[in-house]
């Protein structure tokens, strides 16, 4: 299934290697992805159940509202029309108190479709800044995707906050996908700005110290980052784990600059 929004980070080069390493039966297993973005990973499963989560409460507002209130959500965004000065309004009015949670989730629709690179980024007042992209035709409203997806939605826990609830949740036996936003590879491709809160090293060591109690608890993880020398230290004391290296063009910032190259790790217990 096609993910309904683009997402800064997003998995979709790297799915068929990330699910090559999960257990032949993953389908069948309870799947959780607790840094969701745009679940690139989880669209390609379609799983049976488990939760999916993100710090982000706008975009998960948006989930939220496609899994509950499909066809309001859908009435609402097919109002909108792309044009620069329609976007600034409708980015202002994003920017303002007091929406329901429909219209913000058909902003957030809306926004992401027509925004400068699909991009999410917030200024430190956690105000959407993000210019006007320019687009062939963008489509806004898939009707028939959204209503699909609706369905997906029903099966899993939709949550915002940390990560760690994981722990809270998970059962011998279940998959998990962590996708953190990821250690910066060097000084120019620090692209962490997903909230006014970013990650740090800090959280990077919280996030290891979930995947050793992932392992404890019997749950078949695999966690995807940078791949440098700090993220491989990290990992490096802890046991049973397998290191998988592979060269991927980043398109994650809006500086030609730094969309280069560069080495993507997995990093997973599963044999
Ligand atoms: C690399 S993106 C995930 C991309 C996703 N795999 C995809 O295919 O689109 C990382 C996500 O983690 C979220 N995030 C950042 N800090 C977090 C935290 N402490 N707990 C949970 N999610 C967090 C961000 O909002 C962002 O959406």
Redesign the pocket.
């Known amino acids: 299934m096609r993910?309904p929004l683009k997402?800064?980070?997003?998995?979709?080069s790297l799915v068929e290697r990330i699910v090559g390493l999960l257990p032949s039966d993953y389908a069948e297993r309870r799947y959780h992805?607790?840094?969701?973005?745009?679940?690139?990973?989880f669209f390609h499963i379609a799983p049976v159940g488990g939760s999916i989560?993100?710090?982000?409460p706008r975009?998960i507002n948006f989930y939220r509202m496609v899994r509950d209130r499909p066809e309001e959500l859908i009435e609402e965004a097919s109002r909108y029309r792309y044009d620069d000065e329609e976007y600034y309004a409708r980015r202002s009015r994003f920017n303002s108190p007091g929406l329901s949670d429909v219209e913000d989730a058909a902003l957030f629709l809306y926004l992401n479709k027509t925004a400068y690179n699909g991009l999410y980024r917030v200024n430190s007042r956690g105000e959407f800044n993000v210019p006007f992209g320019r687009y062939e035709n963008p489509k806004i409203v898939s009707k028939r995707s959204l209503m699909r997806t609706s369905e997906l939605l029903r099966k899993v826990d939709i949550r915002c906050?940390?990560?760690t609830y994981v722990l809270d949740v998970v059962r011998r036996g279940d998959v998990c996908?962590l996708?953190?936003?990821?250690h910066p590879a060097s000084e120019t491709a620090n692209f962490t700005d997903?909230?006014a809160?970013g990650?740090g090293m800090e959280?990077q060591e919280r996030l290891r110290d979930l995947c050793v109690r992932l392992d404890e608890v019997g749950v078949v993880f695999v966690l995807?980052n940078s791949d440098t020398e700090a993220i491989r230290d990290l990992y490096s004391g802890c046991e049973g784990l397998s290191f998988h290296s592979f060269i991927t063009r980043r398109m994650i910032s809006s500086k030609v600059s730094s969309r280069n190259s560069g080495h993507d790790l997995l990093i997973t217990n599963s044999v």
């Open positions: 993910p997402w800064a980070g997003g998995k979709r992805e607790p840094f969701f973005g745009g679940g690139a990973v989560n993100d710090v982000n975009l906050g940390d990560f996908y996708d953190p936003p990821y997903y909230s809160e990650f959280d995807s």
